[in-house]
């Protein structure tokens, strides 16, 4: 758990999607959705921590660091 406020998540969203140049997510309401390119993002992303569990196994570190995303689509 990262204990991060709503505000600052939308923050980084926003910086990410500036970033990139895209909508990742779009608004409806108080709720998001993932766009296709917040869905591709998404997949990347999910590679990403799977090899950084990988990694963390491989040298033994599994137990002290867990990697993990929960996003919907």
Known sequence: MLHLTPQ????????LEEGLDTQLFEREGR???????GQ???AYAD???????????HY???ERTHFSTRVTS
């Open 60 to 62: 033994g570190l599994y």
């Open 40 to 42: 591709t993002t998404k």
């Open 31 to 37: 709720g998001l959705r993932l766009t296709v390119a």
């Open 8 to 15: 600052t998540i939308s923050a980084q969203i926003k910086l």
């Open 47 to 57: 590679e990403i921590f799977e090899h950084s569990q990988r990694i963390a196994r």
